[in-house]
């Protein structure tokens, strides 16, 4: 059983920043790595971002590398999205998630367990 428990989103302007956090809660370090996905209006739900609980190795999808930081707290349970330079494209649901075994950090088919979802506006 793991809980996840989004929060941080949002309205801001283009540009500016805003930070997510995911608590989580239940078998999280026993999981692999914890995974940033994001959907907006009308597309898919893509990846963002992912972090591995040991080690700290991260991975980014191109159109957020350079802008977007993940990182996580071990002894808090808590991963962190900082999302800076935000774009109108930005915009969309953000929904944290917990990845147990092997395969790909970017597949959406990989991750095991998700948040309810936070919600990001970026306005221009």
């Known amino acids: 059983q793991v809980q996840l428990v989004e929060s941080g989103g949002g309205l801001v302007q283009a540009g500016g920043s805003l930070r997510l956090s995911c608590a989580a809660s239940?078998?999280?370090?026993?999981?692999?790595?914890m995974g940033w996905f994001r959907q907006a209006p009308g597309k898919e739900r893509e990846f963002v971002a992912a972090?591995?609980?040991?080690?700290?190795?991260?991975y980014y999808a191109d159109s957020v590398k350079g802008r977007f930081t993940i990182s996580r707290d071990n002894a808090k349970n808590t991963v962190l999205l900082q999302m800076n330079s935000l774009k109108p494209e930005d915009t969309a649901v953000y929904y944290c998630?917990?990845?147990?075994?092997?395969?790909?950090?970017?597949?959406?088919?990989?991750?095991?367990?998700w948040g309810q979802g936070t919600q990001v506006t970026v306005s221009s």
């Open positions: 998630a917990a990845k147990y075994y092997s395969g790909s950090y970017y597949s959406i088919d990989n991750y095991d367990y």
């Open positions: 972090i591995r609980w040991t080690g700290g190795w991260t």
């Open positions: 239940g078998r999280t370090f026993s999981s692999y790595a």
